[in-house]
């Protein structure tokens, strides 16, 4: 209540501190994308599309990183909007595959690439899905690097992807699902590491027992995948250690155990 007495952070107070691309590009399309999201938490989505529009207009190459991910927002909305308009079930990606072509930040390709993923997914095109993940995973930040927790996330989203459309999958894929498991204990490592040293924050999911077990049931899939039945079997006997109990790790277990003689 005192911030909107105030009149700090409100329709009208965005609204006043809205700046001209002579001010500085950046700051420019930065004060619109506030309003816009502002505009749409309150239930304005109109006027918030126009300011958006606005962006578009100030920054048509998308060179700022708010330009990028407005103008992607933009053709995933016209996708969409194309789709249900027509009443179709699959949706026709070329003007999303054609878009991703020309972004040049990487967070915002990320992003692109894991729309196309979702869209390949309901499309049932799982080969191609794959394959978008796997262009998403070429782009996620170094251990270590801004970003690189998110990746996590990400790494995880690929594995189980992977693994729930498995039954067609290929062996390069297959070992590119298990790099990327590998690669996440490693970045968990990493978190584990910068926690000890002190440059983490207090609670930090990724440096967590909780985490270490979901790492290690996504490299259980991922090991299933290429053959390696014993070594799921043994990540999953670790990540029990630190979960005992847990539904989904006993499911995987019972699962892949009556594929192999232990």
């Known amino acids: 209540m005192d911030r ?14 809205l700046t001209e691309a002579s001010a ?11 309003l816009s999201i502002k505009l ?5 989505s109109e006027q918030a599309q126009l300011v958006s529009s606005e962006i578009l207009e100030l920054d048509p190459k998308g060179t ?6 407005v103008q992607l927002e933009k053709v995933a909305f016209e996708l969409e909007t194309r789709e249900m308009a027509e009443g179709v079930e699959i949706y026709e990606l070329k003007p999303l595959y054609k878009h991703v072509k020309r972004i040049k930040q990487p967070e915002i390709k990320r992003t692109a690439w894991t729309m196309i993923a979702s869209y390949e997914a309901y499309n049932e095109d ?15 930040p170094a251990i270590g690097e801004e970003g690189s927790k998110q990746a996590t996330y990400s790494g995880i989203q690929l594995v189980d992807y992977y693994y729930q459309t498995r039954e067609d999958i290929s062996k390069k894929d297959a070992k590119f699902a298990l790099v990327v498991a590998n690669n996440l204990m490693e970045r968990r490592q990493a978190s584990v590491t ?18 270490e077990a979901a790492l290690l049931y996504r490299m259980a899939c991922a ?10 079997v043994n990540s999953l ?11 989904a790790l006993l499911s995987l277990r019972e699962e892949i155990s009556t594929s192999v003689t232990l």
């Not at 090991?223 to 799921?232: H, T």
């Open 223 to 232: 090991q299933q995948m290429c053959g390696e039945s014993k070594q799921a």
């Open 4 to 17: 909107i007495l105030r009149n700090e952070g409100t329709v009208s107070a965005l609204r006043a501190s």
């Open 24 to 34: 500085g590009l950046e700051q420019a399309v930065a004060s619109r994308d506030a």
């Open 194 to 211: 910068a926690c000890e040293e002190g440059g983490c924050e207090e609670g930090c999911e990724e440096c967590g027992q909780g985490m």
């Open 40 to 44: 749409f938490d309150v239930g304005q």
């Open 64 to 69: 700022t990183l708010i330009g990028a991910r």
């Open 237 to 247: 006997d670790r990540a029990l250690e630190i979960a005992p109990g847990d539904e």
């Open 126 to 140: 799982y080969a191609k899905a794959r394959k978008a993940y796997h262009a998403m995973w070429d782009l996620a």
